[in-house]
T-cell receptor, first 116, second 111 residues
Framework: DTEVTQTPKHLVMGMTNKKSLKCEQHMGHRAMYWYKQKAKKPPELMFVYSYEKLSINESVPSRFSPECPNSSLLNLHLHALQPEDSALYLC???????????????FGPGTRLTVT | KNQVEQSPQSLIILEGKNCTLQCNYTVSPFSNLRWYKQDTGRGPVSLTIMTFSENTKSNGRYTATLDADTKQSSLHITASQLSDSASYICVVSDNTDKLIFGTGTRLQVFP
């Protein structure tokens, strides 16, 4: 199984809502990532989890809260988002060495988020 | 500053034709270079990954080259198909936990 799954595929939420994005992989990878991608732009790294611990936070606003309950699951909790947060949110995973970037990253299909 | 630049920004070709996409990078230290294909609204899918010592790598109709001296890479697509219409992203690793993404080349293949 070389698949990263993400749910939901689409999400529309108001600025006062609380919602969560979910990502799952069963490849035994120990590094998992959240990216944000705006239209016609490359993905921007948000968070990296390595062995279930947060290793990188790219100065992401606190209205985005990541969680890694176990080695297969990665959540992104959303609260009080702004319309400019509307984007495609991508999850990825890779084996975790010392140097995470040496290994292939497998991306999920993404969650299309719209904040109204 | 670590950067990855791609050209052209967009490209239109007819089905069956070949094309070549370019990637120039200023990333240092260099670990590896990847090419991803991304369909609209979907996650990127890896085509190739090359380390410093590799000059060329193929994946079906896709062939990537790497010149680590000039810090250039190319992706050649042979006998293009309609399903090749997508964005192609060049990504370079600087040996940390981060990947440096290029802005992509949007390829459209018409019948």
């Amino acid at each position: 199984d070389t698949e990263v799954t993400q749910t939901p595929k689409h999400l529309v939420m108001g600025m006062t809502n609380k919602k969560s994005l979910k990502c799952e992989q069963h490849m035994g990878h120990r590094a998992m990532y959240w990216y944000k991608q705006k239209a016609k732009k490359p993905p921007e790294l948000m968070f990296v989890y390595s062995y279930e611990k947060l290793s990188i936070n790219e100065s992401v606003p606190s209205r985005f809260s990541p969680e890694c309950p176990n080695s297969s699951l990665l959540n992104l909790h959303l609260h009080a988002l702004q319309p400019e947060d509307s984007a495609l949110y991508l999850c990825a995973s890779s084996q975790d060495p010392p140097r995470v970037a040496s290994y292939e990253q497998y991306f999920g299909p993404g969650t299309r988020l719209t904040v109204t | 500053k670590n950067q990855v630049e791609q050209s052209p920004q967009s490209l239109i070709i007819l089905e069956g034709k070949n094309c070549t996409l370019q990637c120039n990078y200023t990333v240092s230290p260099f670990s590896n270079l990847r090419w991803y294909k991304q369909d609209t609204g979907r996650g990127p899918v890896s085509l190739t990954i090359m380390t410093f010592s590799e000059n060329t790598k193929s994946n079906g109709r896709y062939t990537a080259t790497l010149d680590a001296d000039t810090k250039q890479s190319s992706l050649h697509i042979t006998a293009s198909q309609l399903s090749d219409s997508a964005s192609y992203i060049c990504v370079v690793s600087d040996n940390t936990d981060k990947l440096i993404f290029g802005t992509g080349t949007r390829l459209q293949v018409f019948p």
